[in-house]
């Protein structure tokens, strides 16, 4: 080697410079970047907009006006002729209505026998008081005589004005809460007596003419029942059929036809599907009407496509060197699909199906058309009993004129929502839990 | 770069000029040719192979020893629009015979994949998958002995007897061919293939693996394909070489690297071309 060091060597000049557009392709990759950012914000604005709307309207859903009044069961009022030891039907019959509005006349000290001011009182507690009281009673007939301190609903129109709903700029005669009620209301709720407490009945009550009294419980009862069979019908039925065509049925001109037409279904409009069920489920096969079991069946069969599309492309994502790992051992091709590819392919499918059955259960149109659309107030005991589903309910309330209900109708998209956000974090902790690395 | 080769080459060929004296054949192609389709990717492919002996299966991309390969175990039964025609015989049996079951067959000729194949699963699963499927074993002991066995024979026992159950995946390259080799093995089968075995491997795990096929040929049939021309001639006693969907040439490892009958051969082994 020779002792040439390293700053006795010449440096090479550096050439002319070329304009290879640099600055117009930095240009062009932030202007794209400002694009993405843009539509990013565009979306997150509307998504915040519609939250905030459907939150700051339905928050309000989950409490309820409820006016604690000590109830006397009078044994005058309830049973004025004492008969009843020889006839139990009078504790079913009896003026319970009385009952609520002597117990509100004490509490507010009016003189019970001004009739305008007793007739003011009407409107003021629910309906739902008179079955209340009556319940109570006929459950403990022991309670005949004693008082009784009971959370009696506020109607309605009270506990809007109570949550500060109601317009009281406007003129008392276009108003249904009068002016009385309202210093009454405001009389009741500085002594404690009137309050907003958390609203149980929401997701306990069926359907109802009175808001204060309706809630979504028949409504979930009835989308769970779906859900169940779509999970069930769904899940078997479109896993089966996938692995099939997928692994097993000969690629031809027929099985072409078969996955055009599944892809073809995916995209056909879900109230074609209520037709398809009100025709085939309930003219032809005469199933019930209004019943979970045959909204089930139709929500399956819309779902399917979805799954089998999802569950097709996690069997395709399975690389083929652990197909071949398996047959090269002497495994039967059932014996590779069933210990190593569908395995593999299990996160795939259930996200797929968590997404299917989340679509499932936000579906509405289809069910309109098999006759869920229906006031139910009990609960369905079976699938095949009436019931209505959350998204109908949704769909009902919307319809009603009453601020109550507008309320509720809100309420109700949250509890949507929450499910749905439930389902979509359940497929993404699947995915991650069940996710292996080959 | 070539002459290294050559010398190379013929010190591994001198070094096994150990031919076998009383050979058997094991396996035996007639006339085969396969299409894909519409193409053809094999002609008339006569040839023998002898059993507890390794042969190699050597020629440029394409040339049809990977399809012939295939054939020796039906996996080109899973390729679709392909078909096999001529005769393979195991054992004197047509393995194309509808008297022969695919699956008893792939029990009897397992196979070794280019690129380190194993189960998703823990070490133990991945040996124990075969003996398992095919009701090899009676009792979880001797599955475990099964297990165990395949594993020293496979040289990885000592890497793994204590993280049995930690996932085959998570080993190196070359401990993964090893296990995706001792998972053949578990199934006691009578010929081995291996599809470039190690081409997915660095040196030293090369050498093990090349090490363990030398040792395996005492019990097995090994047929293997390969593009390393000193790995041909340091593992295999006999030699096939392919060309476009032909078999050039077949014969003693050491003759084919030294003195083989067709000029193609010999440009191949030196290099000039392929």
Redesign the interface.
């Known amino acids: 080697m020779t002792d040439i060091t390293a700053s006795s060597l010449p440096v090479a000049a550096p050439p002319a410079r070329r304009d290879i557009g640099l600055k117009k392709r930095y240009a062009a990759e932030a202007r794209f970047r400002m694009y993405g950012i843009a539509a990013i914000t565009f979306g997150l604005v509307f998504l915040a907009i519609m939250l905030g709307t459907i939150i700051s309207k339905g928050h309000t859903a989950f409490w309820q006006t409820t006016v604690t009044l000590p109830v006397t069961f009078d044994p005058t009022l309830i049973d004025p002729q004492n008969k009843r030891e020889s006839d139990p039907s009078v504790l079913i019959k009896a003026n319970y209505d009385k009952l609520a509005q002597q117990a509100l006349i004490s509490k507010l000290g009016i003189d019970a026998k001004s009739k305008p001011e007793v007739a003011k009182l009407k409107g003021f507690l629910s309906d739902s008081a008179r079955i209340q009281l009556r319940d109570m009673l006929v459950a403990n007939p022991a309670l005949m005589g004693q008082t009784v301190t009971v959370p009696i609903l506020a109607s309605a129109n009270i506990d809007s004005a109570f949550k500060g709903q109601v317009d009281l700029t406007v003129p008392e005669a276009r108003r249904k809460v009068k002016d009385q009620q309202i210093t009454w209301m405001n009389q009741l709720a500085a002594e404690g007596t009137l309050a907003e407490k958390f609203n149980t009945g929401l997701f306990t009550y069926g359907a109802s003419s009175r808001p204060e009294t309706s809630g979504v419980g028949v409504a979930i009862v009835g989308s769970l029942y779906m859900m169940a069979i779509v999970l069930v019908l769904a899940l078997l039925v479109g896993v089966a059929a996938s692995i099939y065509l997928e692994e097993f049925a000969a690629k031809n001109r027929l099985t072409d036809l078969i996955e055009v037409n599944i892809n073809n279904l995916a995209a056909v409009p879900s109230i074609v599907f209520g037709l398809l069920g009100l025709a085939v489920f309930i003219n032809f096969l005469g199933m019930p009407r209004s019943a979970a079991i045959v909204g089930g069946i139709t929500l399956s069969l819309m779902t399917l496509p979805t799954i089998i599309i999802a569950t097709r492309a996690a069997l395709a994502a399975v690389p083929p060197s652990i197909r071949q790992a398996a047959l090269g051992l002497g495994a039967s091709k059932m014996q590779m699909v069933f210990h190593h590819v569908l395995p593999l392919a299990m996160p795939g499918i259930l996200t797929g199906t968590i997404i299917g059955l989340a679509r499932a259960l936000g579906e509405t149109a289809p069910l309109l058309l098999i006759g869920m659309v229906a006031f139910v107030a009990n609960y369905p005991a079976t699938p095949f009993d009436p019931a209505t589903a959350l998204p109908v309910q949704i769909y009902m309330w919307a319809n009603e004129a009453e601020r109550a209900f507008v309320e509720r109708m809100s309420g109700a998209i949250i509890i949507l929502l929450v499910f749905l956000m439930a389902m979509n974090l359940t497929a993404i902790v699947l995915r991650r839990k069940f996710e292996r690395r080959w | 770069m070539n002459v290294m080769n050559e010398q190379k080459i013929e010190e591994a060929v001198k070094a096994r000029m150990t031919a076998g004296t009383n050979e058997v054949i094991k396996m035996r192609g007639d006339k085969v040719t396969v299409h894909y389709g519409e193409k053809q990717a094999l002609f008339d492919v006569d040839i023998l192979i002898r059993e507890n002996q390794v042969t190699a299966l050597i020629g440029p991309s394409g040339c049809g020893k990977s399809t012939f390969l295939r054939s020796l175990?039906r996996?080109n039964d899973?390729i679709?629009g392909c078909r096999v025609g001529g005769k393979i015989t195991l054992d004197n049996e047509d393995i194309y015979d509808r008297a022969i079951d695919v699956?008893?067959?792939?029990?009897r000729v397992?196979?070794?994949?280019q690129?380190p194949?194993?189960?998703?699963k823990s070490i133990y699963e991945n040996v124990a998958?075969?003996p398992r499927?095919?009701g090899l074993t009676r009792s979880k002991a001797d599955l475990d002995e099964v297990v165990e066995k395949s594993l020293q024979k496979a040289a990885l026992w000592n890497e793994v007897k204590d993280r049995l159950h930690d996932a085959g995946?998570g080993l190196s390259g070359g401990q993964q061919q090893r296990l995706?080799i001792a998972?053949?093995i578990a199934?006691s089968p009578e010929v081995i293939l291996m599809d470039e075995p190690c081409s997915a491997l660095d040196p030293i795990a090369t050498a093990r693996v090349e090490e363990l096929i030398d040792e395996l040929k005492q019990n097995y049939t090994i047929v293997i394909v390969t593009h390393s021309m000193q790995q041909a001639a340091r593992v295999s006693q006999r030699t096939a070489m392919f060309h476009l969907g032909y078999l050039v040439e077949e014969g003693p490892t050491e003759k084919m690297f030294t003195n083989p009958d067709e000029k193609r051969t010999q440009d191949y082994i030196t290099g000039r071309f392929g």
Do not use: D, Q, S
């Open positions: 175990n996996m899973t679709a699956v008893e067959l792939r029990a397992g196979m070794v994949f690129k194949n194993p189960f998703p998958y075969g499927i095919h995946t995706c998972r053949a199934v």
